[in-house]
């Protein structure tokens, strides 16, 4: 249980810090390429800080993933959701305390729908795709690069697609955070999770029927 109790923390940790870096980047008046940079990067490093305690996820849908791929058992499917919501919620909270009187007041993106499920769905499946790949395996074990490529592949999708198509989430807790932020309208949220869960379960699907276990 004290192991498990660990991993939760770490997941609430994680994405705390994500999602406090969507909130600053995104409310505090960061230009140009400065939120995507900083959002790879925090991801990055946090992946690479706890990715050898709970795995690194901070994302519902790489949970998912993970949890289909069998790199993460079911019984702490749902305590490691509850850490990166909870996570999440806290980091709106704190950032909410401490930039009182300087956030930026944005009108939240009204998206098309199609482009919104397309791009939150792509981007998505290749986030979790790249975790199961690169840090779930015995093929890339003790690899150093795993938590670069996590990073840059979100960094990747925020500079294609976020903003422009959809609110560059690729994570239902930070969905369910920008929807608290302000950032991205609540009418489009649910639909967000879902490409996202359901990107988390193709990519676990795709992990399955591509991957090969080395021979001994």
């Known amino acids: ?121 792509l981007f998505t499946f290749a986030l979790c795709y790249v975790v199961l790949q690169t840090a779930t395996t015995k093929n890339t074990a003790g690899n150093s690069y795993y938590g670069l490529a996590i990073g840059f592949t979100v960094l990747a999708g925020a500079f294609a697609v976020g903003g422009s198509l959809c609110a560059g989430a690729f994570n239902p807790a930070v969905a369910v955070s920008a929807g608290l932020l302000g950032i991205a309208p609540w009418n489009l949220i649910m639909f967000t999770i879902g490409a996202n869960l359901l990107a988390g379960i193709c990519a676990g699907i795709a992990f399955k029927m591509t991957y090969t276990e080395p021979e001994e």
């Open 1 to 121: 249980m004290k192991v498990n109790l660990k991993k939760y923390l770490v997941e609430l940790i994680g994405t705390f810090f994500l999602v406090l870096t969507v909130a600053c980047t995104g409310l505090l008046g960061a230009n140009g390429v400065i939120a995507p940079l900083a959002i790879g990067s925090v991801l990055m490093v946090m992946v690479y800080a706890g990715g050898h305690i709970s795995g690194g996820h901070y994302n519902p849908a790489v949970s998912l993933a993970a949890l289909i791929r069998g790199a993460l058992d079911g019984s702490q499917f749902i305590p490691y959701v509850i850490s990166q919501i909870l996570g999440g919620i806290l980091a709106v909270m704190v950032f909410f305390f401490m930039a009182k009187g300087s956030i930026i007041v944005l009108e939240p993106s009204n998206f098309g729908l199609k482009g919104l499920l397309l791009a939150e769905f």
